[in-house]
């Protein structure tokens, strides 16, 4: 059982930025690919980012609209996964989630949500013009 909680989010002007943290409880962290997914009113959840266990090289991989300008990143010893966005836009508004999937490699399905079993309780994110 993994138990994710998530910090950080708020309100902030377009073209600032925010980190995202997601704290996870457990011995066996290192061994998820971690996720970030977004919600925003009305529409449905849709992946942002993700990042590979070690054993999967830690790579990371994200959705094209926000490319160069959010990075994901873990820290194993803190058994932590990491949300930078920045130059957030106003389309970037929305519940931010990160989820813990248990294949340590990539394979394109881990874009789709329901490939990850363990999720945060979600914060939002609002991006002001």
């Known amino acids: 059982q993994v138990q994710l909680v998530q910090s950080g989010g708020g309100l902030v002007q377009a073209g600032g930025s925010l980190r995202l943290s997601c704290a996870a409880s457990g011995r066996t962290f290192n061994s998820y690919t971690m996720g970030w997914f977004r919600q925003a009113p009305g529409k449905e959840r849709e992946f942002v980012a993700a990042i590979t266990s070690s054993a999967g090289g830690g790579s990371t991989y994200y959705t094209d609209s926000v490319k160069g300008r959010f990075t994901i990143a873990r820290d194993n010893t803190r058994n932590t996964v990491y949300l930078q966005m920045n130059s957030l836009k106003p389309d970037d508004t929305a519940v931010y989630y990160c989820?813990?999937?248990?294949?340590?490699?990539?394979?394109?399905?881990?874009?789709?949500?329901?490939?990850?079993?363990?999720w945060g309780q979600g914060t939002q994110v609002t991006v002001s013009s």
């Open positions: 989820a813990a999937a248990s294949s340590s490699y990539w394979w394109p399905g881990l874009r789709l949500s329901d490939k990850y079993t363990y």
